[in-house]
Every structure is written in C-alpha cells, then in structure tokens.
C-alpha cells in the first residue's frame, strides 16, 4: 500500500466565503465543487489542495483530514491490524471514491479513500 496524497479539511457551513481567501487571494483554482465540499489547488501539482466542507459526504461529520492511498483494502487490514476500530465503512460513495473513517490516536477523524 503507497500513501498517494494527504489533503488538509476545513470543516464549515459558508462554502461561498472560502472563494476570496482560498482561490481568489493567492490564486488557488477551484478543484472540485461537490455543494457540501469545495478543492481549490493546482491542477500541475495535485499536492497542493485544501478542502472546505460542511459535512464529510453521505451525511457523515467531516474529518479532520483525508489519506488517499492506492489500495483500500490493504490500509484497511493494516488499520485493523494495528488495532484501531473503523468509525464508518468501508463504502463505495456515488462520487468515485472507496473509502472509510478511523479516528488516530489524538481523536481526528481521518478519512481513508481510493479513487475507482
């Protein structure tokens, strides 16, 4: 399992006040707009992004930050193998991502995905 990217979260309710400060003020470009989260970044360089979101997707609290690896399944057995219980799936969500919650050791909820 490769870790691929880690994006940091903004949990918040007025997605629209992110535009001026995140994309605007230092011309950061909007990513993806899902209405409950927003991306700005760089199209080159995908490990330049951060997210605002008013909820996690699927009616879920929002997590502190999301870890994209290259294969969930794996993560998840190492997850579980290291002995820290999954909080939310594994589910496949309608927006192209595999994906579960777990909390780390410190109590954030951390977001574990794959793109299919």
Known sequence: MKVK???ANIDARDLARAKSFYGDAPGLELLMDHGW???Y???EDMGVQISIAAEGGSG???PDLPIEVDDLDAALARIRGA???VEYGPAEEPWGVR???VRDPFGKLVNILAHR
Do not use: E, L, N, Q
Request: net charge positive; glycine share 12%.
């Open 99 to 101: 994906r579960f919650y």
């Open 60 to 62: 879920t609290p929002t």
């Open 5 to 7: 990217r880690i994006v």
């Open 83 to 85: 002995g820290f219980a």
């Open 41 to 43: 970044g760089t199209r």
């Open 37 to 39: 989260i927003v991306t």
